[in-house]
């Protein structure tokens, strides 16, 4: 089964930076794109990054372009988000998911409803 940990979340002041982890396993992780989520109680899940599954392409939100970077580990099977300059409006549970296109739904989706407990994020001075 998929199985995706996430780590490396925190308390840290606005301007402040982390850097999340993503361990992945129970799929073929380099023939998957990944993706990194958020989530605010109350609020949608929200795409906040994406790489390709050679690692050679990247995707942003535009909520964090040219602030965070998403990179990728094939070898160890893990994907990381580097985020810089944190904003309080950056205040979310972090999440990571492998990416599949859905015939169905006609766009990319994660390739299981299954996520991970995420990892907190708060930037708060």
């Known amino acids: 089964e998929v199985q995706l940990v996430e780590s490396g979340g925190g308390l840290v002041q606005p301007g402040g930076s982390l850097r999340l982890s993503c361990a992945a396993s129970?799929?073929?992780?380099?023939?998957?794109?990944m993706s990194w989520y958020r989530q605010t109680p109350g609020k949608e899940r929200e795409l906040v990054a994406r790489i390709s599954s050679s690692g050679g392409g990247t995707n942003y939100a535009d909520f964090v372009k040219g602030r965070f970077t998403i990179s990728r580990d094939n070898a160890l099977k893990m994907v990381y988000l580097q985020m810089n300059t944190l904003k309080p409006e950056d205040t979310a549970k972090y999440y990571c998911n492998a990416m599949r296109f859905s015939d169905l739904d006609r766009r990319e989706v994660p390739i299981s409803n299954t996520w991970g407990h995420g990892t907190q994020v708060t930037v708060s001075s």
């Open positions: 129970g799929f073929t992780f380099s023939s998957y794109a």
